[in-house]
């Protein structure tokens, strides 16, 4: 079967049934890493350096759902399947609990909280003030998240607010692409800074498409 058919073969509605099963499929999907990460650490087989490993690892996972989260719109404007924008809830708040991970094991494991070190870090260091910054935009979108929040905020605050997961977006490839810069490893900073560009510069497409079209 071709990919063209079986996307014509998705309906734009799941059952209910066939949608429950695949939401905690994706959800589990999303938590495998954190499970082998987990694992690791059992069997003590995270490596010569396993605080790095584990930072980075969480790191990496976070960016990577931070994708998968942005490609919802997109899939689904393409696609027409309106099930997508149900998924895309789990898929930022799985998100967010990999990048609190991600600052908890930077701040806890490798800096035992010495909060007069993490501060001279996040100033001195600018792949951490853009880390911690993303992380704090990240924040009020988790916490608004919930349908109640939606009714309390309107619909149009609330997309507004969350029109902030772009510069989350942003300042995530700066965090993972200055840190990388150190290393002079730049094969998977331009492989995620591509898919960041793909994802916001559709969006930003989407925008002036109207303007475009009447000029």
Same mark, same amino acid.
């Given at each position: 079967?071709?990919?063209a058919?079986?996307?014509a073969? &998705?309906p734009?509605?799941l /059952?209910?049934a066939?949608? #429950?099963? @695949?939401?905690?499929?994706l959800?589990?999907?999303?938590?495998? /890493?954190?499970?082998? %990460?987990?694992y690791?650490?059992?069997?003590?087989?995270l490596?010569?350096?396993?605080v +790095?490993? &584990?930072i980075?690892s969480?790191?990496?996972?976070t %960016?990577v759902?931070?994708?998968? *989260?942005l *490609?919802v719109? /997109?899939? #689904?404007?393409?696609?027409? $399947?309106? $099930? %997508?924008?149900?998924?895309? #809830?789990?898929l930022g708040?799985t998100?967010f609990? !990999?990048?609190?991970?991600?600052?908890l094991a930077?701040?806890g494991?490798?800096?035992r909280f010495d909060?007069?070190v993490l =501060?001279?870090?996040?100033?001195k260091?600018? !792949?951490?003030?853009?880390?911690?910054?993303a992380? &704090?935009?990240? @924040?009020?979108?988790?916490?608004t998240?919930?349908n109640?929040?939606v009714?309390?905020?309107?619909g149009?605050?609330?997309?507004?607010?969350?029109r902030?997961?772009?510069? &989350?977006a %942003? @300042?995530?490839?700066?965090?993972?692409? =200055?840190?990388?810069a150190g290393k002079?490893d !730049?094969a998977?900073?331009?492989? !995620?800074?591509t898919?960041?560009? @793909?994802?916001l510069g559709?969006?930003? $497409? #989407?925008?002036?498409? /109207? +303007?475009?079209?009447?000029?």
């Amino acid at each position: 079967m071709s990919a063209a058919r079986f996307l014509a073969g &998705v309906p734009a509605a799941l /059952p209910p049934a066939v949608f #429950r099963r @695949l939401w905690w499929a994706l959800l589990a999907l999303a938590l495998l /890493p954190l499970a082998r %990460l987990a694992y690791l650490t059992a069997t003590g087989d995270l490596g010569a350096n396993p605080v +790095e490993f &584990v930072i980075r690892s969480l790191g990496t996972w976070t %960016l990577v759902l931070l994708c998968a *989260t942005l *490609t919802v719109t /997109p899939l #689904r404007l393409l696609t027409g $399947w309106a $099930w %997508l924008l149900r998924l895309r #809830r789990m898929l930022g708040l799985t998100t967010f609990a !990999y990048a609190t991970l991600h600052l908890l094991a930077f701040a806890g494991i490798d800096h035992r909280f010495d909060w007069a070190v993490l =501060w001279t870090e996040v100033v001195k260091r600018p !792949y951490i003030t853009a880390g911690v910054a993303a992380f &704090v935009l990240l @924040l009020p979108l988790a916490l608004t998240s919930s349908n109640a929040m939606v009714r309390r905020l309107g619909g149009r605050a609330w997309q507004r607010l969350h029109r902030l997961v772009y510069l &989350v977006a %942003l @300042l995530a490839i700066l965090h993972y692409g =200055w840190h990388k810069a150190g290393k002079n490893d !730049y094969a998977a900073v331009s492989v !995620y800074a591509t898919a960041i560009g @793909l994802l916001l510069g559709f969006r930003l $497409w #989407r925008w002036l498409a /109207p +303007e475009r079209k009447g000029s």
